[in-house]
């Protein structure tokens, strides 16, 4: 069979509308060979995010960013992303958009539910989430910083203006003058720490003597302790102790009126028959003194003793 022109220039066109159609999926990274299914997530921000990122899968690249547009709806940014169909993805799958390194720039990663049996099929919507990279954590955490570093700069300033304003001719002629004092009274110090030196090098037999001394005191105060600590303190405290019960328990008795002691303290009637006998006493030793003759008579001649007579006190009493 002769192949006619005809069909060989049909055979030329069809292959090279074949080999570009092949082609621009190449370049879009779309393999004719290989089947895809398409899905889609939404973001409100997709920054560093471009077309053509990869997608990853356990940190396996299973698909990659076809398009990025504007949601008519929502005003949200729907990403869709084209993912090899050999790989199950369930419906309740997230898609993370991530930092893969410095200058690796944003990907997606998808996180599967391996409890959710439901697989995606081509049009469906995952989950979307966002992890902040190393260099969005930078700047959150620089953030706060540059805003307390704008305070202290602005207070810095502000206080750098006050001194400026206070230190004028005067003030900062008096401040020469303080710190000229201030060197006077440092030098005038340093003197003294000489006079001081000189006193104690002038003093050392002294003052070593002073310490020998203390020394010896110290040595005795440790020998007076030991002393102490062998005279068996606990036990003269405790007798001590029982001494004093006792001295209370007298005490008690004395106030209750027990015993002789007791009575003689509390017993109003034994006081007023001593009140009494001191009393008759009294005027015993006074007749004594006054008529002794009654009371030892000495006579040679055999003369008569006087009569009894009471004293004055006593006959008034009867």
Known sequence: MKITREIKTAILVIASI???????????????LTSYKILYAEYDNVEGLGASAPITLN??????????????????LIVEMQIKSDFPI????????YESGLIGGKQIMIIPNLKDQEMTVTGDHLQSSIKLGLTDLAAE???????????????????ITGINNVLDKKGQQDLKDALSELTQTIAQFHKASESVNGMLADNKTNIKGIVTDFHKVSSNFASVSD???QANLGKT???????LKRVDEI???LNSGKGTAGKLLKDDALYSNLTQTSKELELLLQDLRLNPTRYVNVSLFGKKNKPYVAPAETADKK
Not at 90 to 97: H, L, P, R
């Open 90 to 97: 369930s419906k309740s799958s997230v898609a993370t958009i």
């Open 18 to 32: 074949l080999l570009f159609i092949w082609g621009y999926s190449f370049l879009k990274g779309r393999d004719l």
């Open 141 to 159: 955490k620089l953030a706060p910083l540059q805003v307390k570093l704008d305070k202290i700069l602005i207070g810095a300033d502000q206080m």
């Open 227 to 229: 002393s102490l600590k």
């Open 237 to 243: 405290a405790k007798d001590l102790q029982v001494t």
């Open 59 to 76: 940190g396996l690249v299973i698909g990659k960013v076809t398009e990025i547009k504007f949601s008519d709806r929502s005003g949200k």
């Open 251 to 253: 005490m008690a008795g």
